[in-house]
């Protein structure tokens, strides 16, 4: 597959949901802005995608959606230097701004509309016959390219990342009733959805634009039940920001110089 083709791939990014979990750290953001190492957890997500070749954006908005359109639109202006000049009302940038060669598209999906619902509501910006699809809450140093050669490999409709994950709690090592030692947190056995799919086309006619319908119910379990669903396992770093905890966590990792996903495996797949 050429460079140009997985440029033209769109990605999909559901991050409309109201992040109740978080208290009023997203009473008035909405939580893909909130901010890891000093950029929002959305731009993250987006850096993982662009570093393998991917440009096209389909965000699905939501709760404060505006929010996030304001984001991009302010981006230049908040880091690059300016000239004003009040007496003619021009500004020019003085450069300062990183420059993102990506292309967005902001599709306001209902504010308390569920993932699935998301997805089917902006079917019409996705007009190629594979498409790209994350949560916006979920970081990885999964090589995207392989990503894409396995779904290419089995021909079937979804293909769901699978990751095992570590308890968030320890525990204990028994001999009969004797405790012998103690494990910190364990990665669990059971492989659960890590976000980082891949879908064909066809894959929206298990979608339905009613409010309550949720990607990880009927229309997964449907795709399993068709024997249409594949899982590609990823091994390496995978963290959702899920609680405040897990915020506090992704930025301390980035604050001591060790966030994987952002060292993520460049190059367009092959």
Not at 155 to 184: C, Y
Not at 200 to 229: H, K, M, N, V, W
């Amino acid at each position: 597959m050429s460079e140009r083709e997985v440029r033209d791939y769109p990605v999909v990014i559901l991050c409309g949901g109201e992040g109740t979990r978080f208290g009023q750290a997203t009473q008035n953001v909405p939580k893909p802005l909130l901010e890891i190492g000093g950029e929002p957890m959305l731009l993250h997500i987006m850096r993982i995608y662009a570093r393998h070749g991917f440009r096209r954006f389909i965000l699905c908005l939501g709760y404060r959606g505006a929010m996030i359109k304001d984001y991009f639109l302010g981006r230049d202006i908040r880091e690059s230097d300016l000239r004003l000049d009040l007496e003619h009302g021009t500004q020019t940038l003085l450069g300062g701004a990183t420059p993102l060669d990506w292309d967005i598209t902001f599709a306001e999906t209902g504010h308390k509309t569920e993932t699935g619902a998301r997805i089917q509501r902006v079917s019409q910006y996705i007009d190629t016959p594979t498409f790209l699809l994350t949560y916006g809450d979920g970081l990885a140093d999964i090589d995207l390219g392989r990503l894409l050669a396995f779904h290419r490999s089995h021909g079937k409709i979804g293909t769901v990342t699978g990751v095992r994950a570590h308890s968030q709690f320890g525990e204990m090592v028994l001999e009969g009733d004797t405790v012998r030692s103690f494990i910190e947190k364990p990665q669990v056995s059971a492989m659960i959805n890590g976000g980082f799919f891949i879908f064909e086309r066809r894959f929206l006619e298990y979608l339905s634009a009613e409010t309550d319908c949720i990607l990880e119910q009927q229309p997964l379990r449907r795709l399993a039940g068709d024997g249409e669903l594949k899982v590609f396992e990823h091994s390496g770093f995978w963290q959702c920001m899920d609680t405040f905890k897990d915020y506090r966590a992704l930025n301390e990792m980035f604050e001591r110089g060790g966030a994987p996903w952002t060292r993520t495996a460049s190059g367009p797949a092959p």
